[in-house]
């Protein structure tokens, strides 16, 4: 049987902005700071990406301006958090007490109003036939979302990680290294070691 992650890759959750610090993603990889507004006593509502425009029109949630979307990696929630994530009644629930924000795969949106309506990525088929764009959501600009970048824009994910392109590079480099020299590296202590 495949886990969750292998056929919903990522979920989200549409919340309030004041539930959400604003350092949020900032800090999530001190593995610190946690989303805790339980739905119920046992667990949290997560949603597709195909759930949310339908979700976010209807109350409480529907032309509301401080709408925040967060985006689960539900491979960390699993196997990092020791999340338990599972599809009950056609809706995704993680079983805890809190999520870790580490397991955020992007920064938390503000959603934007327009004509009284969130604007939305799109997810599933109309991402697919309108290569992240679809005419049924005339509010969004040529090329705004695409769906491998978990509906945020290519200038919103640059800006959010402005500066890491050194680290990643800097990383891979280590890694081409450590493989062709068959020596582990230290980054911290700036030497190698042999294996």
Not at 18 to 37: I, L, Q, Y
Not at 42 to 70: C, H
Request: with cysteine; proline share 6%; charged share 30%.
């Amino acid at each position: 049987m495949p886990d969750i992650y292998d056929t919903h890759p990522t979920l989200y959750k549409l919340v309030s902005m004041g539930d959400v610090p604003d350092e949020a993603w900032a800090n999530r990889s001190g593995w610190a700071t946690a989303f805790s507004k339980l739905d119920d006593p046992k667990y949290f509502k997560l949603q597709f990406g195909e759930q949310l425009a339908g979700i976010a029109a209807e109350p409480p949630f529907a032309g509301r301006d401080d709408l925040m979307l967060l985006t689960w990696n539900v491979e960390s929630m699993c196997e990092e958090a020791d999340i338990k994530v599972v599809v009950e009644e056609g809706e995704p629930r993680a079983y805890v007490d809190f999520i870790p924000y580490a397991c955020m795969s992007a920064p938390p949106k503000v959603l934007a109003l327009k004509d009284g309506k969130h604007v939305l990525p799109l997810f599933g088929a109309d991402a697919t036939a309108g290569g992240g764009l679809s005419s049924s959501h005339p509010q969004l600009e040529h090329s705004a979302f695409v769906e491998d970048c978990d509906g945020f824009t290519v200038e919103e994910i640059k800006l959010e990680n402005e500066g890491l392109e050194w680290e990643i590079d800097h990383h891979h480099q280590l890694e081409e290294i450590e493989w062709e020299q068959g020596e582990e590296y230290e980054e911290d202590e700036g030497d190698y070691e042999d294996d």
